[in-house]
């Protein structure tokens, strides 16, 4: 079955950089995705990358995919305060044509000053 | 433009009993998927409902049950309460409900049960 994993917690200093690793396990998935979760609240869609895709760069983050490891990386330039969360990663879930997302654990973002 | 809303934002009920939340998608959506996110855990997929139909549905028992009316907004109702069922629940709208369509997601219920 599809499974996501994520190391549980990332602590760096504010103004490096972050990178946040997931491995995941459905060959078939299409889209793999990237969520940010702030304490009590929702899900914010930070980005996603097309599976035929190695690199996508969006101002301060860039996703990383191999494909053929099953693994990939969000990388945040110049960590900010704001930036301390919990970081989901996500792939399609291919049980059918919908596309309900399986999600990992999360990482916990630390910031030091 | 509205994003995606949920009601009410918090819950307590006690075992056995029945709860139904509330999903509005974002304006212009025609997809709503719901998801259930135990405490220190990442979301689990319930089920998406299109064209007021439930499409696909992850591992979650019949107890589990949705509907989808035909202004697009969504209903998931919990039967039979067990504590377990304690979690935040999410519900995410999208634009036809195929893969890679992009999920946005709503604040979501916290839901505590006794």
């Known amino acids: 079955g599809e499974d996501v994993e994520q190391s549980l917690f990332l602590s760096v200093r504010e103004g490096d950089s972050s990178v946040i690793n997931c491995t995941y396990t459905?060959?078939?998935?299409?889209?793999l995705y990237w969520y940010k979760q702030e304490p009590g609240a929702g899900l914010q869609l930070l980005t996603y990358?097309?599976?035929?895709?190695d690199m996508k760069q969006d101002q301060r983050l860039t996703v990383l995919l191999n494909k053929k490891d099953k693994h990939l990386s969000l990388r945040i330039a110049d960590t900010q305060t704001g930036d301390s969360a919990i970081y989901f990663c996500?792939?399609?879930?291919?049980?059918?044509?919908?596309?309900?997302?399986?999600f990992g654990k999360g990482t916990h973002l630390i910031i030091q000053p | 433009d509205a994003g995606v809303t949920q009601s009410p934002t918090h819950l307590i009920k006690t075992r056995g009993q029945q709860v139904t939340l509330r999903c509005s998608p974002k304006s212009g959506h025609d997809t709503v998927s719901w998801y259930q996110q135990a405490l220190g855990q990442g979301p689990q997929f319930i089920f998406q409902y299109y064209e007021e139909e439930e499409r696909q549905r992850g591992n979650f028992p019949d107890r589990f049950s949705g509907h989808q009316f035909p202004n697009y907004s969504s209903e998931l109702n919990v039967n039979a309460l067990l504590l377990g069922d304690s979690a935040l629940y999410l519900c995410a709208s999208s634009l036809g409900g195929g893969v890679g369509e992009t999920q946005y997601f709503g604040p979501g219920t916290r839901l505590l049960v006794l």
């Open positions: 459905d060959s078939s998935s299409t889209y």
């Open positions: 996500a792939e399609n879930y291919s049980g059918g044509g919908a596309d309900g997302l399986t």
């Open positions: 990358i097309f599976s035929n895709m």
